[in-house]
């Protein structure tokens, strides 16, 4: 029952909204209002009634409005009845019988109107509870697009973390590309080294086995001379090829070591090529691995220094032992018989080694 008066009220609410923009005078619009409210909405008038509706002048405004719209009703509502050969009580019971049949008109048509307006009011229920359903509707659809704009938020959000998160994994992906750009350079560098190294520990290998070849057939030499010039002096010869062969076991020993050292290098560069290839998993040891490797390859060749000074040292003993043979041959030449035995045109050269022949 509330919502039918509340409906009602904004009903005549709109309605004289509507007459005001058609009426700008007063009396104009509070005459108009009453015939609104008593014969659309069955509604009495009344002064207060109209002025709280209107609210436009004085309070008399209403109420002369008001006896003006009830004196044209009772005008229009009262009927005489005028014949020149009827007699007056004649035409006062027609007037009161029109009269009557005007009441009962007028009764009918507000009976209509009021089954009008229940029907009319059933049909602006149902209008309102379709309009409830289309707000609860119309709510509930406000309310998923709510949710789907906090959705839409929540996924731009997470695109935008997802964007950055791409940048920075973009800029570690460029930094470790860089890094093992740069370590591949470093460890091609290192290999470049090692071959270098390794070519000259060939070389170097190569140049201690010819000379090694070259004092071993130096060595025969001097044997094959010494066993011919001094084949009469057999006891001192044969100290003196004891003397030799022991010098030639030290030789053969420091040979030996020499190259057992170049083996122990070789299986030291197969251990740097492992090591080379642990670098490409293991970029973080790099420096030390290589600090590492360069203490090994200068530790070797160090190794190799020493041995091409034992050689040398080796060589200057074959020399002061060639020398004492020369020396002895010389003080053997020195007496008649031994110049009566020697052929001085036949006397071996001595071929003094360089010190690129070492």
Partial sequence: MKTEELSSENAIAASIAELRQRFPRTQDLYREVCVLLFFRYGITPTANKLYQLVRKGSMS??????????????????VT???????????????????????SAQTMSL????EYRT?????????????AQAQAAHSAVLKGLEGAHMQLRTCEDLVVQLRQELAAATAVNAGLEARLADLNRQIQDIQLKLDRSHEERAAERTKLDERTQLAERRYADMEKRALREIDHERTIATKLQKSLEAERSVHL????RLRADLSAGQETIGQLRQQIGGLESTVNTLAGERDRERDELVQTRAQLEVAVRQASGEKARADQLHEEIERYHTERKGSP???????????????????GDV
Avoid: C, Y
Avoid at 111 to 114: E, Q
Avoid at 253 to 256: G, K, L, N, Q, R
Avoid at 337 to 350: E, G, M, T, Y
């Fill in 253 to 256: 020993s420091v040979t030996e």
């Fill in 111 to 114: 009976d209509a109107l009021a």
């Fill in 337 to 355: 018989k031994r110049s009566a035995q020697i052929n001085p045109s036949k006397k071996p050269q001595r071929k003094v080694p360089s010190r």
């Fill in 119 to 131: 029907k009319a009011s059933a049909e602006a229920n149902e209008a309102k509870a379709g309009e």
């Fill in 81 to 103: 009845v005028e014949h020149a050969d009827l007699p007056d009580e004649l035409r006062a019971a027609a007037g009161d019988m029109v009269a009557a049949l005007w009441r």
């Fill in 61 to 78: 405004a209403p109420t002369e409005a008001l006896n003006h719209f009830w004196r044209t009703l009772r005008e229009s509502s009262a």
